[in-house]
């Protein structure tokens, strides 16, 4: 495991923190004796603040409870309750339903930008991860940038060198931040309507949006978690079979706080004929496919870097299924005579049945049901790693991605160029893939962390047209970043005329075509600043 900054508390704070929190200074902790809203509000506070969730929980959060019953708790003793019925259920009969119905709120602190992605890899959980949109990374912690700095790397030959380009990218980073909110200032001066704050905040959102491509991979990050005990051994075992070092690491921290709170959902990870098989079979076969990969597929072809976003694969007969489906529960038929009568329809008789299903949405979360389900679609996407890293966390799809290099490139948000800064952003990229090149021979896993966020990875999307119109509705919104926008927008336009799934594509009245806006998060802003509004008034 990489060095932790380890906070520091008051006695009289930490007092209050062993009440709440398994450990106090670890980076990984669950949150427990405090009500679910409290944990809720918490971690949605905590993805747009660069305070650590202890300390955030300190300053905004612990005025407003009554501690006083409390003295007398320590969780970061652990729990010492019996367990023997979860223990006979669970253990000796199997049941992995009963590891569904505990959760645990964790915290997981000072984790790579490639580590968030293993940490939420897993569809049965939920996560919350720190912003680069609203958290600035120009500030140092104890004198050092916030990047993982990974031990194999440091105790090489190469530690040296690798600590000096990732300090000169977080110095490219911090210089060109203000110089582009400078420039947005100039160019699109503050509405005599908005306040100083929700300009403020809109000109630093979109600065940010533009200089973040030069983090690179190994920037750290806070994720806030919740999930069951079931979803936490299924990331545990995959955490222990993966390739790198800081994730398997970051296992037995996880691992360890997890025994405190819900210990019985999770003592087959460390059963050797149960999550010790499991981990090594994963393990197996990574390398296994890694070794067949190498020996089948020229590796040495270039990268084809034209299509953004490529369909690759669709039903062609799928607005004939989805009106079979729509029609399905409302009949007393088989699928099969439904979907014979679908086909001697007429096209408006079926845009008919489409568009009552549709109904009257109102905005986006009015959703459809599950009909929509029953299309696929398939796409081969060439962006971005920070636009990846947005679009990854749809868990209702299916996604692989491939290693995070140099070699696909890297994009250059237009901003960058208005403010005169072309000439630097490229500097940090050149010297973002000289230190991949020199690590990838010795430290194949852990070069990646070398890579800037704005160089492109290559990934698939397989989902239905239901999550499609979720995820593609909200990714391109005005208010979202550039990146993943333009591939939710290539998505949409991929639907209706690759596949020629017009009335599909219809239903999804909410996507947006628009160019982008000036200030993405100036709309947004006026909103949240309305609320904050009325909740003072009430």
Request: proline share 4%.
């Amino acid at each position: 495991m990489g060095v932790y900054v380890v906070e520091d508390f008051s006695e009289d704070e930490a007092d209050v923190l062993r009440r709440y929190f398994t450990n106090l200074d670890q980076p990984v902790f669950a949150l427990v004796n405090l009500p679910e809203v409290v944990k809720g509000a918490l971690f949605a506070r905590y993805s747009r603040s660069s305070k650590s969730l202890r300390r955030l929980f300190l300053d905004e959060f612990v005025g407003e409870l009554d501690i006083e019953g409390d003295t007398s708790i320590d969780a970061t003793i652990g729990l010492d309750r019996a367990e023997e019925l979860y223990e006979r259920v669970f253990l000796e009969y199997g049941d992995d339903s009963v590891a569904q119905l505990g959760g645990v709120h964790l915290a997981c602190e000072q984790a790579s930008n490639l580590l968030t992605k293993v940490l939420e890899w897993g569809r049965l959980a939920s996560y919350l991860e720190q912003s680069t949109r609203y958290i600035a990374y120009d500030s140092r912690v104890d004198g050092r940038y916030r990047y993982f700095r990974d031990p194999e790397i440091l105790s090489s030959e190469l530690g040296t060198r690798y600590i000096g380009d990732m300090d000169r990218l977080f110095d490219a980073y911090a210089e060109m931040a203000p110089l582009v909110q400078e420039h947005i200032k100039r160019t699109t001066p503050k509405s005599s309507g908005d306040s100083d704050f929700v300009y403020r905040m809109a000109v630093k959102a979109k600065a940010l949006d533009s200089v973040r491509g030069i983090l690179p991979a190994a920037a750290q990050s806070n994720v806030g978690m919740y999930g069951s005990g079931q979803s936490y051994e299924q990331l545990l075992l995959r955490m222990r079979s993966h390739p790198l070092p800081e994730a398997r690491s970051y296992a037995d921290l996880i691992l360890a706080e997890l025994r405190k709170v819900i210990p019985s959902f999770v003592r087959r990870v460390d059963l050797p004929e149960r999550g010790g098989v499991w981990s090594a079979y994963l393990a197996d076969n990574h390398h296994a496919m890694a070794d067949v990969a190498d020996g089948l597929l020229d590796q040495s072809a270039s990268p084809d870097r034209a299509a953004v976003v490529d369909l690759v694969d669709f039903d062609p007969d799928a607005e004939v299924k989805v009106v079979a489906s729509m029609l399905y529960p409302h009949s007393h038929l088989s699928e099969r005579a439904i979907e014979a009568q679908v086909r001697d329809m007429s096209v408006d008789d079926r845009l008919r049945v489409i568009r009552t299903y549709t109904g009257d949405r109102q905005n986006r979360r009015h959703r459809p049901g599950r009909a929509l389900e029953r299309p696929f679609y398939r796409f081969d996407v060439l962006a971005d790693y920070g636009a990846f890293r947005d679009l990854q966390r749809h868990r209702l799809m299916t996604i692989e991605w491939q290693q995070l290099t140099t070699k696909h490139g890297f994009t250059r948000p237009e901003l960058v160029d208005e403010a005169g800064l072309a000439d630097r952003f490229d500097e940090a990229m050149e010297r973002s893939a000289g230190l991949f090149q020199v690590l990838e021979p010795s430290f194949e896993a852990q070069a990646s962390y070398a890579v800037a966020l704005a160089y492109r990875v290559r990934f698939n999307v397989n989902l239905n047209a239901r999550a499609a119109l979720h995820m593609l509705e909200l990714r391109s919104t005005p208010q979202g970043h550039p990146a993943y926008r333009l591939v939710a927008q290539q998505m949409h336009r991929a639907i209706a005329d690759q596949a020629g799934h017009h009335a599909i594509a219809e239903m999804m009245l909410f996507v947006n075509h628009a160019s982008d806006t000036e200030l993405e998060r100036l709309e947004s802003e006026r909103r949240a600043e309305v609320r904050r509004q009325e909740l003072g008034q009430r």
